[in-house]
């Protein structure tokens, strides 16, 4: 159980086009999804949290009009990156976790994407 | 300061050695910690959460906390070549932080 996937899993795009990936927790209803983004070598950086039906939460630093999430509902969630530019290439992870009342809330990783901006 | 600190390694074992991995964290208001594993090109994986002080098994893998001191390690028993990843610590408070990662090399 647990299953989050993400699509597509590898993309190739020009400067200044825009790319939309997908994250869907597949047996499970996510209270929670979270963006992150990896470039080589690094650690996860937070992007922002979302909950579905509400606006995301974007971390400082993080340009909300140039990555645009949509969590439509409770297994989906987008990331839209606007305007797409090379230093954007990187490794897109999602992850979902659900509210389960105890101290900790696990978070279910998607297998993620691989953006890269020509 | 960063939130949680790891050492980036390498950290080569012999295969069937147990591997230590290490991390400390800043914020003692730190809930619940968990240790993921990442191949080379891939999403993390859950290896293990801990949030009691103390020592919790699974397996192979051994958690252990001390809040007092402010680490978290990772014990990995009869290390096998199938481990060699970037073992990724992360620490929950109100949000998650990951350390850097840990890179591991079990040579056969």
């Known amino acids: 159980g647990a299953v989050v996937s993400q699509h597509p899993s590898r993309v190739i795009c020009k400067s200044g086009t825009s790319v939309k990936i997908e994250c869907r927790s597949l047996?499970?209803?996510?209270?929670?999804m979270f963006w992150y983004r990896q470039f080589p070598k690094q650690s996860l950086m937070l992007m922002a949290t979302s909950n579905e039906g509400s606006k995301a939460t974007y971390e400082q630093g993080v340009e909300k009009d140039k990555f645009l999430i949509n969590h439509a509902s409770l297994t989906l969630s987008t990331l839209t990156v606007t305007s797409a530019h090379p230093e954007d290439s990187s490794f897109y992870i999602c992850?979902?976790?659900?509210?389960?009342?105890?101290?900790?809330?696990?978070?279910?990783f998607g297998p993620g994407t691989r953006l890269t901006v020509l | 300061q960063k939130e949680v600190e790891q050492n980036s390694g390498p950290l080569s074992v012999p295969e069937g050695a147990i591997a230590s991995l290490n991390c400390t964290y800043s914020d003692r208001g730190s809930q619940s910690f968990f240790w993921y594993r990442q191949y080379s090109g891939k999403s993390p994986e859950l290896i293990m959460f801990?949030?009691?002080?103390g020592d919790k098994e699974d397996g192979r893998f051994t958690a252990q906390l001390n809040k007092a001191s402010q680490y978290v390690s990772l014990l990995i028993r009869d290390s096998q070549p199938s481990d060699s990843a970037t073992y990724l610590c992360a620490v929950a408070i109100n949000k998650f932080y990951f350390g850097s990662g840990t890179k591991l090399n079990v040579k056969p």
């Open positions: 801990i949030y009691s002080n």
């Open positions: 992850s979902a976790s659900v509210e389960s009342g105890l101290a900790y809330n696990e978070q279910f």
């Open positions: 047996d499970f209803q996510a209270t929670t």
